[in-house]
């Protein structure tokens, strides 16, 4: 079972491949929508990484498929830039979840 990488930048991808991950670089939300779909069709990948920002351009159908399929596991992962996320994320998070601050 392999990795397989969506990203929206070349260095990720020169960088993953570096580690044996092969992927494809793209920018547009139709983009995105072809190569998860395509990912998804994939027997050997177990696992697709893909950049926070792919992810913020579709997110409703990345989330779907989350809930959905039991594989392959999908991945958040930063890009070179760092996360994109908050310090407080997770906190924010857990608080609109369940209505707790913590």
């Known amino acids: 079972m392999k990795f397989y990488?969506?990203?929206?930048?070349?260095?990720?991808?020169?960088?993953m491949?570096?580690?044996?991950?092969s992927g494809v670089v793209v920018h547009e939300d139709g983009e995105v929508r072809d190569a998860l779909k395509k990912?998804?069709?994939m027997e050997d990948v177990a696992v697709?990484?893909?950049?926070e920002r792919l992810v913020q351009l579709c997110p409703?159908?990345?989330?779907?498929?989350k809930l959905k399929c039991k594989q392959p596991l999908i991945v958040e992962i930063p890009d070179r830039h760092g996360s994109g996320r908050s310090r407080d994320s997770i906190t924010r998070y857990v608080r609109e979840a369940?209505?707790?601050?913590?």
């Not at 990488?5 to 960088?15: A, F, P, Q, R, Y």
Request: aromatic share 2%; glycine share 8%.
């Open 48 to 51: 697709i990484l893909m950049t």
């Open 60 to 65: 409703e159908l990345v989330y779907d498929l």
């Open 5 to 15: 990488l969506i990203s929206d930048n070349v260095d990720t991808l020169m960088g």
């Open 39 to 41: 990912a998804m069709e």
């Open 17 to 21: 491949h570096l580690a044996g991950i």
């Open 98 to 102: 369940i209505g707790i601050k913590i």
